[in-house]
């Protein structure tokens, strides 16, 4: 949000430093901010903990913040939305890679190397027609 400040009879914007990245992992796409600050971690305003219930979701969502030691430097504030849970992680989990390369580009090598840049393009297959399912096929009878 643009905080504004007031300057005799005008009102000035005064510069929000956030980084931004977009995240996507099946259907469930992130938005991510990197803001300086004390650690602070929010997913569709509430809190990351609140959001995250298991702990393999929690440590994907912020492997890229321990993998670079910058967990305590960045508020995190996330938009999530489609897919499930464990797909939302993995999208949040991309957003803050994509966000910590525009803040730092020299990251991404250890990022690379970690697998966090990649895109994972695994995706639901569609239902073909004539089958029960995209790979499965109705009962087939000789007789």
């Known amino acids: 949000m643009p905080k504004f400040e007031a300057r005799g009879s005008k009102l000035t914007m005064t510069e929000l430093v956030q980084y931004y ?3 996507r992992r099946k259907t469930a796409i992130a938005r991510v901010f990197l803001r ?8 569709n305003g509430k809190a990351f903990d609140e959001y995250f219930v298991t702990p393999s979701q929690r440590i994907s969502a912020k492997l890229p913040l321990v993998s670079t030691d910058t967990a305590a430097s960045f508020n995190v504030l996330a938009n999530v939305c489609g897919g499930g ?3 939302q992680a993995d999208a949040v ?3 803050i890679t994509r966000a910590l390369m525009v803040f730092n580009a020299e990251f991404r090598k250890k990022l690379k190397a970690e697998g966090l840049v990649t895109r994972d393009p695994r995706a639901k297959e569609r239902k073909k027609y ?3 399912g995209a790979r499965k096929r109705f009962q087939f009878s000789k007789r």
Request: without cysteine; aromatic residues 4%.
């Open 21 to 23: 990245g977009t995240g």
């Open 36 to 43: 300086p600050g004390s650690g602070e971690f929010k997913v």
């Open 85 to 87: 849970v464990a797909g």
């Open 93 to 95: 989990r991309l957003g």
């Open 130 to 132: 004539g089958q029960k």
